[in-house]
């Protein structure tokens, strides 16, 4: 069965992106619009993997792992940020929230899989 990643961006482009090349690759893919539908969503179906964005409305993407990390279920999972900052300090903050890595925008299709790859051990 293939394994289902929640892809987190208050854009759809971009969340379009995400799903276009990760489906492409074998994986099953469900989106939201901002951290709250994507808390939403891992809790009623449990991803294998969340590629979120940092800076969205409603609930941002540090908010997001940090609520995450709180559900049992979510321990363990892979956390990837994806997104147009590249600044240490927030690297950083990600980092002790729980982030497992961090692709900056934009972002090249082999660079994503291959990540995805990576941290999902396939």
Do not use: C, H
């Amino acid at each position: 069965m293939a394994k289902l990643i929640l892809t987190v961006d208050d854009s759809a482009s971009l969340r379009q992106m995400v799903k276009m090349t990760l489906s492409g690759a074998g994986y099953q893919v469900m989106e939201a619009g901002d951290g709250a539908q994507g808390l939403k969503q891992a809790k009623e179906r449990q991803a294998d993997l969340v590629v979120t964005d940092l800076n969205m409305p409603v609930m941002n993407g540090l908010q997001l792992i940090q609520e995450l990390r709180k559900l049992p279920a979510y321990r363990g999972v892979p956390i990837i940020f994806l997104t147009t900052e590249s600044d240490a300090s927030l690297k950083a903050q990600a980092k002790a929230a729980g982030a497992t890595g961090w692709i900056t925008k934009p972002f090249q299709q082999e660079q994503l899989v291959g990540v995805v790859r990576k941290v999902l051990g396939a």
